[in-house]
């Protein structure tokens, strides 16, 4: 599943760190789920969505490219 949250966190200034804070998980998460190596629960789906001021279906991207 692709996601778009680098590109999108990038664009409003936030680094992983502070996304990280905001969700409240480990930067280390934010890296795995940007670059597809960690599924994130639905629970910060969500968060990322609300702290990322977007919907969960624009973050995530189920077709497969």
Same mark, same amino acid.
């Given at each position: 599943?692709?996601?778009?949250?680098?590109?999108?966190?990038?664009?409003?200034?936030?680094?992983?760190?502070? =996304? !990280? /804070?905001?969700?409240?998980?480990?930067?280390?998460?934010?890296?795995?789920? +940007?670059?597809?190596?960690?599924?994130?629960?639905?629970?910060?789906?969500?968060? =990322? !969505? /609300?702290?990322?001021?977007?919907?969960?279906?624009?973050?995530?991207?189920? +077709?497969?490219?």
């Amino acid at each position: 599943m692709q996601n778009k949250i680098q590109e999108i966190r990038k664009a409003l200034k936030l680094s992983q760190e502070e =996304l !990280a /804070k905001l969700c409240d998980v480990s930067r280390q998460t934010i890296n795995a789920v +940007e670059n597809n190596k960690y599924d994130p629960s639905l629970s910060l789906a969500f968060d =990322l !969505a /609300k702290n990322l001021k977007t919907t969960v279906d624009e973050l995530f991207d189920s +077709e497969k490219t």
